[in-house]
């Protein structure tokens, strides 16, 4: 089942030279997590606002759950989840408030402010105003109010930014676990590793129209640059150097350094994302 389905997207701010979003086309199915990836200024963001009805005045098809963005009513935020990387807050209210004010917005159940507060580790802030929380504590607090309406669809901006690594780590399984739960994930975020972890497919966006599309695996295949990582002694200094794992054997340099016996360690070097990144953009960040 399609749950979101774009085609031939475009949005040009006024008085821009060039589009925003110019003319994308991508489907995400039910229970997947799609990532959008990209330089700052690519249109992911755009794109986002777009489908959680936050800006109009585009043109081509978007639709989700079977409906055109446009044609929905007051009634589609009842289905949607958002967070994005801004965090809304009522700064004067504790944490548990302002779950209870958020939840209090929706006619269809909604989850319990403790249970959720539990889940993004804020159950010992729960009475602490709001006012008082770190940039982590916010989007943590933030991701909670994203899922109080029990959303099929999750919009997601940057949901660890912020964050120390535990809690990030927290976050992006709590991310991982919401396809068991019926959910679809659009989530954009300039983390290289978290997209690896969490997303069945990744959208690479470059000046408004994607560059690439596909499973973390394939797309690292296919742009990646696996290769082999030697420390080797030179004298009384220890220096590393990286060769292509194809034609590794053939490699004068490498052979004379393991005939010599002066490689201490070796190990291979997988291709990431931010290789991709690197391939796809040109390095631009």
Same mark, same amino acid.
Not at 1 to 9: G, H, K, N, Q
Not at 37 to 44: D, E, R, S, V, Y
Not at 154 to 159: I, K, N, R, V, Y
């Given at each position: ?9 475009r949005?040009?701010y ?6 925003a979003?110019d ?7 039910g ?5 959008f ?8 963001s755009?794109?986002q ?18 409906r ?5 009513g007051?009634?589609?935020y009842?289905?949607?989840g ?16 302002n ?13 319990d402010p403790?249970e959720?507060l539990?889940a993004v580790?804020?159950?010992d ?7 008082e929380?770190?940039?982590?504590? &916010?989007?943590r607090?933030?991701? +909670?109010?994203?899922?109080?309406? /029990?959303p099929?669809v *999750?919009?997601?901006?940057? !949901?660890t930014s912020?964050m ?10 709590l991310?991982r676990?919401?396809?068991e739960?019926g959910?679809t ?5 300039h ?7 969490l997303?069945?497919?990744v959208?690479? &966006?470059?000046?408004g129209r994607? +560059?690439?599309l596909?499973?973390? /695996?394939?797309l690292? *295949?296919?742009?990646?640059? !696996?290769?082999?990582v ?14 292509p794992l ?21 190990h291979?070097r997988?291709?990431t ?10 390095g /631009?960040?």
């Open positions: 089942m399609t749950v979101i389905e774009v085609s031939e997207l949005m040009r006024r008085g821009a030279a060039r589009c979003v003319g994308i086309s991508f489907t995400v199915a229970g997947e997590i799609l990532g990836l990209g330089p700052n200024g690519a249109g992911k755009t794109t606002r777009i489908l959680t009805g936050l800006l109009s005045g585009h043109q081509g098809r978007a639709e989700v759950l079977g055109s963005v446009a044609r929905w007051p009634e589609y009842e289905h949607i958002v967070g994005f990387e801004l965090p809304a807050r009522f700064s004067r209210l504790t944490a548990r408030e779950l209870a004010a958020f939840a209090a917005l929706y006619s269809g159940p909604v989850d403790d959720l539990e580790d804020l159950a802030a729960a009475d602490r105003v709001v006012a929380f770190s940039k982590g504590m &916010l989007m607090l933030n991701l +909670a109010r994203a899922l109080v309406n /029990r099929k *999750l919009f997601l901006d940057e !949901p912020g120390d690594p535990v809690h990030a780590g927290l976050v992006r399984d991310i676990r919401q396809p739960l959910r994930v659009l989530l954009t975020t983390d290289m590793a978290a997209a690896e972890l997303c069945d497919r959208a690479f &966006l470059v000046d994607i +560059a690439a596909d499973t973390p /695996r394939d690292r *295949l296919a742009h990646g640059r !696996p290769g082999v030697v420390e080797y002694r030179a004298g009384n200094v220890v220096r590393r150097k990286e060769f194809s034609g590794l054997g053939d490699d004068p340099e490498f052979v004379a350094l393991s005939r010599d016996g002066l490689v201490e360690t070796i291979t997988e291709a994302l931010d290789d991709v990144f690197v391939a796809v953009t040109g /631009r960040l």
